[in-house]
């Protein structure tokens, strides 16, 4: 059961990269790839109906976190305490960046929130990479299942290291390049024109770097947390998570050249995808390793809620994203296709 | 220590109550919203629809806010009350995790298409979709009552292991007696606000001599479901919800109504200063024997004070507790008076031209705000000095781990955030009144 909500939890925060991830990569690029109003506008028209609902997906897999893992919610949650409150407030940012634009027909007003909305979407992605390189190096858990982690120390990979170093900052520019290609994937499949062009050669900007970082990640992974490689020696199938994630890589290469733009949109998903669960797959059944002793790591057993109330969820949680699921389906539908010059509403 | 529980308790008790200015608007206006746009259905009235047109921008920029500020909600329990969600994830997770995959998707997916879709869904399909963003908000409201009524009201738990409780039974959690009246009581509360915003800008547009046909239908929609809601707020849903608290937490009740010493005959306090030195209530005005009888329907029947109760199970902050009771409901009983005054104009077919009467409603639009603030202050002050009644108490369910220094540096971020938030959203709401319901076009 409490392996079930770990791949509950871990499919939850891998749909949110996927579909956050677009919104966040439009906003890495929209200033360099929209050069005048109306170009920005079919930006914020490309992700205006989604991204609140994209959003919703970390706050559900927040959510259901707190509920099948209260332990690992209270413990990382506090732990993390500054750069959780600056996501917090980064995400405000962010949608108020993708919100106020359109109330006020100034173009200062407009420049004022466009930055925004950049600033916003750049630091998000860099922190959310930093989150995932602070749970993949480990973190200062004591005896009693708490830490807590100041922002920086030394930037080495230290027992007391804080949540940035130089490993989570790398995490943080994989984050960012992957994201920023995703998001140009995206708006080349949403946009037609000079845009769909700049969008196109963004994506192209940042996919090298994107497959460079993540190599680059891969090996200081293996010097930093070798015990990552033991489940899938031990579990041999679960190579195909690296392997997809290899082959979405390939395929952002491959169709952002051909200008297939739907294929390669595809591809920086399944690479997403493929990159968190091969993490998943490689701490398991360790959600949060302690950096001090590896007796004191947070396990799925030691932070799970019990069987009961895990048994009645499994049945909500399944009905509830069915319909979401459902809900979300009939959106894309809704929304397909291409932007117009003048979306309503942006 | 102490410092860092006053810091993480005022920062939640700022966010909490900034935050929920904006959802007590959204499920309010939401009603109203979906209202207007079933009389529009049902008549093919046109006026009807722009109207729903001109609130749906007003919605759409209180929705934001409120998921905005919503968000820290969510964290919070886990940044700065680690403790108690190690102890009570158990339990309350599962509502609060409900609320995400239920009422969140619902929202965030149908707000899009209710927001910009109206030519693309046609006006049955617009109407749906207005429906399910309302009642996406009522079911997230669900949820968090039902959390808080079990941080208020304990059931279907059991000890588990290392100290925590676990759930015993779903059923129990969900339907908490104790919910149920609290839930209804926040929903008449929320309708209430939604009623006066849209009278008194009605009301504002009467007065100002401009878009009068919609001035009109403001004025009377807001005032007939004001009245309604009002009503329902006092009796019986605030009823109910006070014996809930007589029963359940009878130390609160003392407390909220300022009696120190148990009497059989019980006055009802209308007006005095809680003198905590003395332990008595300083110049006060009461009704004699109301408290005995609105508690126990007996004029003679004995109401127990404070003195009954051992002092360290009091509530920590009496005064303010005594001052947010009797602020929500002096407040409730002038909706009612203001209503009934405006619906009695309204049947005389002298409402619209009753410049007394519209400034009055114009000027009220902060009052059902500040109502449902002190409500919730009564309730989480009368809470105290427990976090979950009875089980765990507010100093033990604080983040150990995260200090004073680093809660104020959040707390104060949080201030400047917030108070630009509200500037902001003020600027854009005053601009679309003064734009009028005339000019707010299709989806935007």
Known sequence: MTILWFCVIAFMLAVYAILD????????????IARDDDERRQVLGAIGPFWDGNEVWLLAAGGTLYFAFPLLYASSFSGFYLPLMMVLWLLMLRGLGI??????????????????????STLLSVFLGAALGNVVRGVPLGADGYFFEPLW??????PDAGILDWFTVLMGVVSLSTLAAHGGNYLAMKTAGDLQRRARR???LWTPLAAATSAGALVATSFIRPEIWNNFGAEPWGAIFP???AAGMCGMLYFNGKGDDTRAFLSSSTFIAGMLASTAFGLFPVVLPSSIDARYSLTV????????GLGIGIVWWTIGIVIALGYFTYLFVSFRGKVGARPEGY | MEDALLLHRLQFAFTASYHYLFPQLTMGLGLIIVLLKWIALRRRDELYNQAARFWAKIFALNFAVGVVTGIPMEFQFGTNWARFSSYAGGVIGQTLAMEGVFAFFLESSFLGLFLFGERKLGPRLHFVAAFLVFFGSWVSGFFIIVTNAWMQHPVGYAPGPNGTVTLESFGALLGNPWALWQYLHNMTGAVVTGSFCVASIGAYYLLAHRDEAYGRMFVRTGLIAGLVSSVLMAFPTGDAQGKNIAFNQPVTLAAMEGLFQTKEGAPLVLVGQPDMDKKRLDNPLHVPRMLSFLTYYRWGAEVR???AFPADEWPTNIPLLYYCYHIMVGLGTLFIAITAAGVWFLLKKRAYGARPLLWIILLA???PFIANTAGWMTAELGRQPWLVYGLMRTPAGTSATVSAGNTLFTLLGFLGLYFVIGVLFLILVFKTIAAGPAHAAHGE
Do not use: Q
């Open chain 1, 21 to 32: 991830g677009f919104d966040l990569g439009a906003g890495v690029l929209h200033i360099g």
């Open chain 1, 99 to 120: 919100e106020m634009r359109h109330h006020v027909d100034h173009p200062m007003w407009r420049t004022f929130w466009d930055g925004a909305f950049a600033v916003g």
């Open chain 1, 153 to 158: 120390t030394s930037f080495t990979v230290e």
């Open chain 1, 202 to 204: 963004g994506a192209r």
């Open chain 1, 243 to 245: 392997l997809a994630g």
């Open chain 1, 301 to 308: 057993k030691s932070t799970a809620a019990p069987a009961y």
């Open chain 2, 305 to 307: 004070g404070l003195d």
């Open chain 2, 365 to 367: 639009f902060p009052f």
